[in-house]
């Protein structure tokens, strides 16, 4: 059944979206003021919120551009050839899926399955982070929503890279390996995270410092699609692994709430695009020691690659999903940066008066235009199609 012979309720979308973040803001909150790590208040907030997200999230129908081909994928788990060429689907993968059909789940339980496995990971995740917990959970949420909903095989893997930082930072290379191993078998992509997550985990200041940062950034202004296209062939070696012709498409859709709803994006988009991220650039590189018990310049150094390469990969789909990896990690940068701005007496007027532009930029990017273009297509939940 497709999305677009039904009509939801914006109405019911809207109120959904805000008891989930509302609901995620005030469990950070208590979280950030609880006194262990393991106290009940943690165990109760997060049993809570993983409820709402699985069950917000999970039961949207037609989320995303490959929601009926994920359905299709779990509806054909065990006969996969009938639908899918199965050896491009990574093996962890099916044997989730056929776990899951197995027990006989119907599909929209299958989303919302996969939707707790994300915003686990992230519990987990705040364990070691509980003083900006009232940050994180929410930026988390604003960071991943909206690939999340549709990169389905990219999300599971990655929350298990997520997981697998509890093991890296304790030096447990045994379990941390294992880990990125399933992560790779749920999805190849994730490869690519590999290198930079070692050379982050032993170097904390590989780009010299920050005037190199921003040069850098600056110039990747510069590179657009046309650099891409004159090295075309060498993504015909992706069509060994048959995943090429489909990702050769525009993902300059991924960038916000706004941009989802827009191609041709204002001026005044790219300039909050390019603000937002020299805010936390050069704010996040000011206060890196001070938060080096918690590997902050690991997650600093992955955001800037994100930063780096997002606007050169902004139109070409396979590169823009491989730099999601890295630029979703601006929800730790940026949680430490409105902790110190907001809580730390080392702030000042002009890292607040940043840190409120942060805010607000991140609030109306992903909560509020989102909202603002929601529309019947866009609003509708299973039960809108099955009742």
């Not at 902790?339 to 609030?363: H, M, P, T």
């Given at each position: ?104 789940f119907p599909y929209y339980l299958m989303f919302s399955i996969y939707s707790s496995f994300l915003i686990i990971s992230c519990f987990s995740f ?8 009232v940050y994180i959970l929410p930026f988390f949420f604003f960071s991943t929503i909206g690939q999340s909903e549709n990169l389905i095989r990219q ?50 200041n590989p780009f010299g410092n920050l005037y190199v940062i921003l040069s850098l950034y600056c110039i990747s202004w510069l590179i657009n699609s ?162």
């Amino acid at each position: 059944m497709e999305a677009e012979y039904f009509s939801g309720s914006i109405a019911v979308f809207i109120l959904l979206r805000i008891l989930l973040c509302v609901s995620l803001f005030f469990a950070g909150r208590k979280i950030s003021f609880a006194q262990s790590k393991d106290s009940i208040i943690f165990k109760e907030e997060s049993m809570i919120c993983i409820l709402l997200y699985a069950l917000i999230e999970g039961l949207r129908y037609g989320r995303g551009i490959d929601f009926d081909h994920y359905r299709k994928l779990y509806e054909n788990a065990f006969k996969l050839r009938n639908y899918w060429d199965e050896e491009t689907i990574e093996p962890f993968f099916q044997i989730v899926n056929k776990t899951i059909n197995y027990l006989g789940f119907p599909y929209y339980l299958m989303f919302s399955i996969y939707s707790s496995f994300l915003i686990i990971s992230c519990f987990s995740f705040i364990r070691n982070h509980k003083k900006v917990a009232v940050y994180i959970l929410p930026f988390f949420f604003f960071s991943t929503i909206g690939q999340s909903e549709n990169l389905i095989r990219q999300f599971f893997a990655f929350s298990i890279i997520l997981y697998s930082f509890n093991y890296l930072f304790n030096d447990d290379w045994i379990k941390f390996s294992l880990l990125m191993t399933l992560a790779f078998f749920t999805h190849n992509s994730s490869l690519v995270v590999l290198p930079f997550v070692i050379i982050f985990k032993f170097i904390k200041n590989p780009f010299g410092n920050l005037y190199v940062i921003l040069s850098l950034y600056c110039i990747s202004w510069l590179i657009n699609s046309n650099f891409w296209s004159s090295n075309y062939e060498y993504f015909n070696l992706l069509e060994k692994i048959g995943y090429y012709e489909r990702y050769a498409t525009n993902s300059e859709v991924w960038f916000s709430g706004e941009q989802q709803h827009s191609l041709n994006s204002s001026n005044w988009f790219y300039i909050r695009i390019f603000l937002f991220n020299v805010g936390i650039i050069s704010v996040g590189y000011l206060i890196k020691e001070r938060f080096s018990n918690y590997n902050f310049s690991f997650f600093y150094g992955l955001f800037v690659i994100g930063a780096i390469f997002q606007m050169p990969t902004a139109n070409i789909e396979l590169l823009n999903r491989l730099n999601l990896y890295f630029y979703v990690f601006w929800f730790v940068v940026l949680s430490y940066i409105l902790y110190f701005a907001f809580n730390s007496k080392e702030s000042n007027l002009q890292i607040r008066i940043i840190g409120s532009f942060l805010l607000l930029n991140c609030v109306y990017d992903y909560l509020i235009s989102p909202l603002i273009y929601a529309s019947e297509k866009t609003s509708l939940f299973v039960w809108d199609v099955i009742m």
